[in-house]
């Protein structure tokens, strides 16, 4: 077994080509650790903030990239019990999975489905944990309830549509173009409005009767904020990951107040082990099967080799990609 690694680190604050693929001491599993011979590595929003000078690792985390990964299991740390060399698994980590070997906490690992590519894997652990702890135990969507999700077409807006859709809910998606509002429905959306052309504040009343969803997932933040607000039904639930146009607002709180409604907002990358393993014992219960009846599955819009890293995120910093955007270590077979 070979000692070193190739992984992803950034030289500096900037666009993609900062990125550098470099050679690096391969990793040893403590306590509680799985060594994870990594095959594939999702490329999400919170990678491209950290490239940019945004999102620092936490304290104590690796400044090689990546927060989630699929692969084979590859040597056990002490006291890790339930899997075995050789197992396929998908997990988040702090940092480090863009590399060809890297640490998971044995706690966070999740069993790889059969029939589910190393790809789609690698495209699950960060999406279906921010999805369902935000909008399924934050926001407690119920069937029969109507979600919003603002940028319907991104890892996070295809997770919502499918994962609420299979469990009974109604779903409407925001997206920028027809032909992104096209693929949200294609993916189960029962309704996709074009912000760009449509004011989704007067649409999606309309869509609910003058009622309003019950759920809102925003990654949007800025002037969303209010029409959020003004937008939720009765009892309802804004759900806030992100703030792609800003973390500041003037707000009037009188709506939500007269609506009952609740904004609850959370970050998962620096929360415990502990709370990340409980996710994962709930999406292994309730998401897992999913996947492996195909009822769900995480839609891939492309893949690069980790030596095309830099091309990966000029491609996610396009905007033009529906789905996962996906780093492949391992020709998948």
Not at 217 to 231: K, P
């Amino acid at each position: 077994m070979t000692e070193t690694t190739r992984a992803v680190i950034a030289e500096g604050a900037g666009g993609p080509e900062v990125l550098r693929v470099i050679e690096t001491t391969r990793p040893e599993p403590g306590p509680g650790q799985l060594l994870i011979e990594v095959h594939a590595a999702g490329i999400n929003r919170p990678d491209v903030m950290q490239r940019q000078g945004n999102y620092p690792p936490p304290p104590g985390a690796s400044e090689v990239f990546g927060l989630e990964l699929a692969g084979v299991v590859a040597g056990l740390g002490e006291g890790v019990t339930g899997f075995a060399i050789g197992d396929r698994v998908m997990g988040l980590v702090h940092s480090g999975a863009y590399a060809d070997w890297a640490l998971l906490d044995a706690p966070i690992a999740i069993p790889v489905p059969r029939g589910l590519s190393m790809a789609e894997a690698g495209a699950v652990p960060e999406t279906f944990f921010t999805v369902w702890s935000n909008v399924f135990e934050r926001a407690a969507l119920k069937p029969g309830e109507t979600l919003l999700v603002h940028g319907g077409t991104s890892g996070i807006g295809t997770t919502a549509i499918q994962l609420a859709k299979a469990l009974g809910s109604k779903v409407i998606v925001t997206a920028g173009s027809d032909g992104k509002c096209q693929a949200a429905r294609d993916l189960g959306a029962d309704h996709a409005i074009n912000y760009r052309t449509q004011d989704f504040v007067e649409v999606a009343r309309e869509l609910t009767g003058g009622r309003g969803p019950d759920v809102i997932l925003d990654m949007v933040g800025g002037s969303y904020i209010q029409r959020n607000i003004e937008l939720l039904a009765a009892d309802g639930r804004i759900s806030q990951i992100a703030f792609q146009q800003g973390s500041k607002a003037e707000i009037d709180f009188l709506p939500l107040l007269m609506k009952r409604g609740t904004i609850t907002a959370s970050t998962l990358r620096a929360r415990p082990v502990e709370m990340k393993a409980k996710l994962a014992r709930a999406l292994t219960e309730h998401v897992v099967p999913l996947l492996a009846s195909g009822a769900v599955r995480p839609p891939i819009d492309s893949t690069f080799a980790l030596k095309d890293v830099a091309r990966a995120h000029a491609r996610m910093d396009g905007g033009a990609h529906v789905g996962k955007i996906v780093l492949l270590m391992k020709p998948e077979t």
